[in-house]
């Protein structure tokens, strides 16, 4: 068990910086910014393109450090700038499902072999694996193509098998890069939709970066990022009741 029973904030990030190049190719591409989320909460993140948001979800993903400042996941600091305070490649398998904008599935494994893997890489059985592929699979709509290759689905098939795979192991903290961005209007939908399920039935604490303003109302929270720099928006639930 981890050690925090006793308090339901997921995740905490304080002043992340992160500079990338130095002199006159310097880029900052965050700014202090700073976020907390709780178990069971999903949050969207809006920005204009270059504003950083992709530095932050993966500083939170612990794939791109930040320049400084701290990285809390359920009440454990896991970075302090860039020196790791926790085996960040287990950590990241065990706790943390990551959709990126493409879907970086493994090209010569089949669509549920894909799914499967993330649990297999934790210790669970191909049997189990492959059920609970199944039903997520299913779920998301991409059963049928169980036993394709990527390269043989569509992009948006594509990337449900990779929402998929993200989900496979019930991770506490789930990060998702403009999953929708290939997906028809309601199928985006239904993948928003599917990750505020997540959170509230199973206690994960979600961030989505989206370009998609049309389902915003899924979100509990909302953050705009710009310059480098996060601010809260009106809460979700005052924004729909005006
Ligand atoms: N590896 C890198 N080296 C140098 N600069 C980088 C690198 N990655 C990102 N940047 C710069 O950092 C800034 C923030 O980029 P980032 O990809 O985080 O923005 P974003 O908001 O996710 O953009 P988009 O919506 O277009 O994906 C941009 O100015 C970008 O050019």
């Known amino acids: 068990m981890n050690s925090v029973e006793h308090n339901d904030t997921a995740i905490v990030a304080t002043n992340l910086t992160k500079r990338y190049g130095s002199g006159n190719t ?24 270059g504003s950083g948001k992709s530095t932050f979800l993966t500083a939170i993903g612990l794939i791109n450090p930040p320049t400084s400042g701290t990285i ?7 970075l302090d700038g860039e020196n790791a305070q926790v085996n960040l490649r287990a950590y990241r398998r065990q706790h943390i499902g990551y959709v990126f904008q493409k879907s970086n599935l493994i090209p010569f494994l089949s669509a549920i072999e894909n799914v499967q893997i993330a649990m297999q890489l934790n210790g669970e059985s191909k049997r189990e694996s492959h059920r609970r592929a199944m039903e997520l699979m299913d779920y998301l709509g991409v059963a049928d193509r169980a036993a394709n290759l990527p390269s043989m689905l569509s992009g948006g098939q594509q990337q449900r098998v990779a929402v998929a795979r993200a989900l496979a192991n019930r991770p506490s903290v789930i990060l998702a890069d403009e999953p929708t961005a290939a997906l028809d209007g309601h199928r985006g939908r239904q993948v928003m ?50």
């Open 26 to 49: 310097e880029v900052i591409a965050m700014r202090e910014a700073s976020m907390t989320v709780n178990a069971g909460e999903v949050v969207a993140l809006l920005g204009p393109s």
């Open 193 to 242: 939709e599917l990750f505020a399920k997540v959170a509230h039935e199973q206690g994960s604490a979600v961030i989505v970066v989206t370009h998609d303003h049309r389902s915003l109302d899924v979100f509990d929270t909302t953050y705009e990022m710009e310059d480098g720099v996060i601010t809260q928006s009106q809460p979700q639930h005052l924004a729909n009741s005006k």
């Open 72 to 78: 809390t996941i359920r009440g454990q600091m896991v």
